[in-house]
């Protein structure tokens, strides 16, 4: 658990983050979003105390992150930047090694581990160790700098823009590559991006920042159905807010007792998958199957219309 706490920093005679309070879940992601120059990446440096706090608090599972050395503090949480920041004329493997050789893990523990975060990022290490940066596309460049974050197996994983050099595509996978490992690993994530779609889709939770404040934090479904009046409302607005609150939901939220005609539907689908399929097939309503198969209900447009709109 992350705990900020009053948090300020000033430069000179600016105020970059004005009093900043909030707290983090251990094994969630929170986005923390605002347009440039908010002050995000300087709240989440000063998590790593690459920056420190003018005044405030921020402590990590209780303890004061003040009362540790900076350099030791951050051997233990990862740190991925936009741009990845490999070094460029030392292999994948060695720079995936970066923080293990530091902390003196003997060669053959460091050889294991650089296989296994290769792997668990779908890069075949007798296909990946030996390249150099250069040698791989943006994506798989952005893969090896979260390898290289999570080596040390950290708690922790900020992470800078990491997906801002990415094209469309590459983007989209990056990101569920992010969710498939936080899951998987159940690590605690804080992620900055200026992207408030990027922030729905990833969020545990959305801190929405603005002139160094923090204007809220809130999950992603109530940033979208109530936000804060003024800057988070026009941002929210640019987003497609009604396929955003249904793609947030699964269809066993709303799922009703009867039948339907038509292809079944899987209950762990999202509300949005389902308006899609009821769009596609032209139906009032259509089936759904539980996991083993097995009809549990159905589900309605009627019902998807009352979720996806301002709540009443
Ligand atoms: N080292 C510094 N010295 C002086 N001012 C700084 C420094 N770092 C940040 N600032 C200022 O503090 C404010 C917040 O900066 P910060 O980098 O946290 O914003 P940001 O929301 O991350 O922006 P961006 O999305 O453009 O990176 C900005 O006005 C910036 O110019």
Known sequence: MIELENVSRRFGDQVAVDDVSFTVERGTITVIVGTSGSGKSTTLRMINRLIEPSSGTIRIDGKDTASVS???LRRGIGYVI????????????????????????????IARRVDELLSLFSMKPEDFAKKFPHQLSGGEQQRVGVAR??????????????????DPIIRAKAQEDLLAVQRRLGITVVLVTHDMEEAIHLGHKI????????????PPAEILAKPAHGFVEKLVNGVDRPFRLLSLAPVSSIVEPGTAEGPPIAATATLRDALSELLWHQREALPVAGPDGALVGRISLASLRAHAGVPA
């Open 149 to 166: 974050a999570l080596a040390a197996e950290p708690g922790l994983l900020l992470m800078d823009e990491p997906f801002g050099a990415l």
């Open 70 to 72: 900076g350099e030791e």
């Open 82 to 109: 936009q741009g990845n920041g490999l070094f460029p004329h030392w292999t994948v493997a060695r720079n995936i090694a970066t923080v293990p050789t530091l902390l003196g893990w003997d060669s053959s523990k």
């Open 207 to 218: 801190a929405v920042m603005d002139g160094g404040k923090l204007l809220q934090y809130a």
